[in-house]
C-alpha cells in the first residue's frame, strides 16, 4: 500500500501499489486518474488480456526488430548466394508481427484526453481577461522605474537607489491587500520578501522568487520604442524588464491581490522573494535573503524560480506561442586565462603574440 495526494483537493489517500491507475476520492469531484509512477501503467488493470496486450504493443516494435535481426544473421546459409526458405519465413512472420503491432497500437492506444477546464477556472480565466488593461497598465509603471544593476567594472553606471524607492512605492499604492494582509519585509534596503500564512503550520512553506532589477539599454536610439517608457504598443508591452523579470513581480502580485479579494486562504505558507541584484549575481539580495531565512530556521518544501516566457519562434517547425517550462538551471563557469610570452618590443613583433594566443583560447573555450 502507498500513499497518494491528490493535487487538486490535496486529500492524501492509500491505494495498493498493484494498482496501475485509480481515481481519486469523491471527495475531490474533478475524477482526475493519477499514474503510480512505477512503471505499471495499465499493466495490470483492468484486465489481465488488456494488460498483456498493452505490453505486446509498446514493445511489439522491439521484438520484431530483433526478429529481422535474428533471422539475418542466424537462419541464412553462409554458403549460399540467396537466403533459405526458413529465412524468408522468419523474416514474414516478424513483418506481419510488426504490421499487427503498428495496428492494433493505432487502434488501441488512444491519446489521453485533455481534462476539462472547471468553472471555477473558466470564471477566473475571464475575470483576468477582463482586467488584462489594467494589468498591462501597472507592469508599464513598473518598467519606468530605471531599477539597473551595474556591475563593477561598469565605470559608466550608477546604482541609483531612488529608483528602487520610487518601485516599491509603487507596488505599495498598487497592492493595498497584499501589503495589508502579508507581512513585507525589507533586506538589505531594496530587496523585499512578502510572507503569506497559511492555515497548517505543520506543512513545510514553499518559496516564489523573482527580481526586481533589470540591465542597462545602452544606445537607446537603437530601440523601437523607449526602454523606460513602459509603452503598450501593437497588443505587446514594450521596456527593459517586461520578460527579465519585473513581469514575474508583478504577476504573482496580482495573482495573490486576487486571491485575497476572493477571501481565498492558503494551506501552506508561501514566501515572495524579490532580490535587487539578480543582474550582476545576486550577492546584496538573493544572497541577503537566504542568509536571511537560514537565521529564521526556515526551510522550504520547494523554489519557483523566474522561469521562461511565453514566445512566439522558439520551437522550429511550430508556429503558435509556446510556454516554456524550465526544468533546470543554467549554471555558468568564470575563467581567468594568462598568457606568458617573452618581452620584446612593437617594432619587431614575434609571429605569433599573447594577444594572438590568447585569442585562439578563448576561441577554443567558445567551441
Known amino acids: 500500500m502507498s500513499d497518494f495526494l491528490c493535487l487538486p483537493c490535496e486529500e492524501t489517500f492509500v491505494v495498493p501499489r498493484s494498482k496501475a491507475r485509480y481515481r481519486c476520492t469523491p471527495s475531490c469531484g474533478r475524477g482526475n486518474f493519477y499514474d503510480c509512477g512505477h512503471g505499471h501503467v495499465d499493466a495490470t488493470a483492468p484486465g489481465l488480456f488488456h494488460g498483456v496486450t498493452v505490453l505486446f504493443l509498446r514493445y511489439g516494435v522491439t521484438l520484431s526488430a530483433f526478429v529481422v535481426a535474428a533471422a539475418a544473421s542466424g537462419t541464412a546459409d553462409p554458403e549460399a548466394p540467396t ?45 483576468c481577461m477582463a482586467k488584462r488593461e489594467a494589468y498591462a497598465q501597472r507592469l508599464s509603471a513598473a518598467l519606468r522605474c530605471k531599477t539597473i544593476s551595474y556591475d563593477k567594472y561598469d565605470s559608466e553606471g550608477k546604482f541609483d537607489a531612488s529608483e528602487f524607492s520610487k518601485l516599491h512605492a509603487l507596488l505599495e499604492e498598487n497592492f493595498p491587500r497584499v501589503h495589508e494582509s ?7 534596503e531594496h530587496s ?50 517586461a520578460i527579465d523579470d519585473k513581469q514575474a513581480v508583478l504577476g504573482h502580485l496580482e495573482a495573490i491581490e486576487e486571491l485575497l479579494a476572493s477571501g481565498f486562504k492558503p494551506r501552506r ?17 538573493a544572497l541577503r ?14 523554489m519557483l524560480d523566474e522561469g521562461l516566457f511565453v514566445i512566439d519562434g522558439v520551437v522550429p517547425g511550430h508556429k503558435s506561442p509556446v510556454a516554456m517550462v524550465c526544468i533546470a538551471e543554467k549554471g555558468f563557469l568564470s575563467v581567468r586565462l594568462t598568457v606568458e610570452c617573452d618581452p620584446g618590443h612593437a617594432s619587431s613583433p614575434p609571429k605569433e603574440g599573447a594577444i594572438g594566443i590568447l585569442s585562439r583560447a578563448l576561441s577554443r573555450l567558445e567551441r
Open 83 to 127: 537466403w533459405t526458405s526458413r529465412s524468408f519465413g522468419a523474416v514474414a512472420v516478424a513483418a506481419a508481427l510488426l504490421l499487427v503491432s503498428l495496428v492494433l497500437r493505432a487502434v488501441i492506444l488512444k491519446p489521453h484526453k485533455r481534462p476539462s477546464v472547471s468553472a471555477i477556472d473558466e470564471q477566473m480565466l475571464q475575470s
Open 182 to 188: 502579508l507581512k513585507r519585509t525589507v533586506i538589505n
Open 192 to 241: 523585499l520578501i512578502f510572507e503569506w500564512s497559511g492555515t497548517d503550520e505543520s506543512e513545510l512553506p514553499y518559496m516564489v522568487y523573482a527580481h526586481l532589477d533589470v540591465v542597462p539599454a545602452p544606445q537607446e536610439e537603437k530601440w523601437l520604442v523607449n526602454p523606460w517608457a513602459g509603452e503598450v504598443k501593437d497588443g505587446c508591452i514594450w521596456g527593459r524588464g
Open 269 to 285: 505558507t508561501i514566501f515572495l522573494c524579490f532580490g535587487h541584484d539578480e543582474e550582476v549575481g545576486g550577492k546584496e539580495g
Open 289 to 302: 535573503i537566504a542568509e536571511h531565512l537560514a537565521e529564521r530556521g526556515i526551510r522550504f518544501e520547494f
